[in-house]
């Protein structure tokens, strides 16, 4: 696709990223098959390749529209469109460059900018988060069945190791997972200590910046950046082997900070490196000696591989052949590149989509009747267990050693 942009413009490195992206992307129309968005609504400006051509003509422009902002509204940033996509276009590269000019230049009325930073403030504040959900369970019972089924059931960690291993991880904490299911990285830990790793948690690491990127608050996102590198980074220097986490959404957003931070001159060459050492659970353990790993009831599970995991990660399947590898009995699940909807803050921003997303989701997920449905991603886990019977996991948990038997 040629492009017209000013020069002054394409100085900018994420401008430059975008350009060469969209040069790139030849109008085959492969990525609508696969985009949830377009496949909901059939129209061709809720898909890849008409919202490249929207955000094309704003940067030849320089110049974003209430329209654009609309259309990229709805793109659940699912990157499906990458994975199948022959030319190789980034889309998210492009996608990126349009939300901030559509920011810009679209100024939102003012319920969608305190409805946006009510989600920026509650979801990324560990405390008030977990004081809100702490409320949300007390008052559970009295709340009507479908109020119920959207606050999660409290879980315990279990005993964390306490065994002192030489190597070492760095593992993301995370803002939400944290207070919904702390079992989650309590697993983690566990899996690892039987592997011989120990994992390292800082506290002055906060939100990955996920939240406040989508959201177009990209200063905000920036600055938690930062914060995360300058917390990691004495450990970084020590010989840290990787940087984790079991939130896949974050996994690639950390991914991503050497991109982010390019423009940084201070922090750029350091996002760099983190970058460089994130890695997605399932690439460390597979490394690893399994054997050492105590045998578990082998289930009969459906596995939903988060879009962050396939799309963003690249690792769609290795989940799957783990778990088979260790004696468990996966089922096909039909439209498995397809998003359940939830997106991150999309569930909250778009219910209306997300809904019928989770929906087509859940139909092939328990069609073959699966004891679990495990996932790689907090926000999937939440959305696909409300008013579903069939317990929701991550598919960490199906190796903790607390579960051997």
């Given at each position: 696709m040629q492009t017209y942009i000013k020069d002054e413009l394409r100085q900018r490195p994420s401008i430059a990223?975008?350009?060469?992206?969209i040069r790139k992307c030849v109008h085959c129309g492969f990525c609508n098959v696969t985009c949830p968005t377009y496949q909901l609504l059939g129209d061709e400006l809720d898909g890849p390749r008409g919202r490249i051509y929207q955000i094309k003509n704003a940067l030849e422009l320089n110049q974003g529209s209430e329209s654009l902002q609309q259309h990229l509204d709805r793109c659940l940033t699912c990157r499906s469109c990458e994975t199948t996509c022959p030319a190789g276009v980034e889309y998210?590269?492009?996608?990126?460059?349009?939300?901030?000019?559509?920011?810009?230049?679209?100024?939102?009325?003012v319920w969608q900018r305190v409805q946006r930073a009510l989600i920026r403030?509650?979801?990324?504040?560990?405390?008030l988060f977990a004081a809100l959900l702490g409320t949300g369970r007390l008052i559970r019972p009295l709340m009507p069945t479908a109020l119920k089924s959207r606050i999660p059931a409290a879980t315990k960690p279990g005993p964390l190791p306490v065994g002192v291993h030489s190597r070492q991880i760095i593992l993301l904490q995370g803002c939400v997972q944290s207070s919904i299911d702390p079992s989650i990285n309590a697993a983690l830990r566990r899996v690892f200590d039987c592997l011989g790793v120990g994992l390292?948690?800082?506290?002055?690491?906060?939100?990955?910046?996920?939240?406040?990127?989508?959201?177009?608050?990209?200063?905000?996102?920036?600055?938690?950046?930062?914060?995360?590198?300058?917390?990691w980074w004495p450990l970084v220097e020590a010989g840290a082997e990787a940087i984790v986490s079991t939130a896949s959404g974050c996994g690639?957003?950390?991914?991503?900070?050497?991109?982010?931070?390019?423009?940084?001159?201070?922090?750029?060459?350091?996002?760099?490196?983190?970058?460089?050492?994130?890695?997605?659970?399932v690439e460390l353990i597979a490394a690893e000696n399994l054997e050492r790993l105590p045998a578990q009831p082998a289930?009969?599970?459906?596995f939903q591989c988060p879009c962050t995991l396939q799309h963003g990660f690249g690792h769609g399947g290795k989940v799957e052949a783990l778990l088979s590898a260790l004696g468990h009995e996966l089922l096909p699940v039909a439209d498995s590149h397809l998003c359940c909807g939830s997106a991150g803050?999309?569930?909250?921003?778009?219910?209306?989509?997300s809904e019928q997303l989770r929906r087509q989701k859940l139909q092939q997920l328990v069609i073959h009747e699966p004891e679990l449905i495990l996932t790689a991603n907090i926000g999937c886990q939440t959305h696909l267990q409300r008013d579903n019977p069939v317990p929701v996991k991550h598919w960490i948990q199906l190796l903790d050693p607390l579960n051997a038997g």
């Open positions: 990223a975008a350009d060469t992206m998210g590269v492009i996608l990126d460059a349009g939300r901030e000019l559509a920011e810009r230049d679209a100024p939102r009325p403030f509650g979801l990324t504040n560990r405390l390292v948690e800082v506290k002055q690491a906060g939100c990955c910046g996920a939240i406040d990127h989508h959201l177009s608050a990209e200063q905000a996102a920036l600055g938690r950046m930062r914060q995360n590198i300058d917390a690639v957003t950390l991914a991503d900070y050497g991109r982010l931070l390019a423009e940084d001159e201070v922090y750029a060459q350091k996002a760099a490196q983190i970058s460089a050492l994130v890695k997605d659970p289930k009969r599970v459906a803050t999309y569930s909250l921003l778009q219910p209306e989509y």
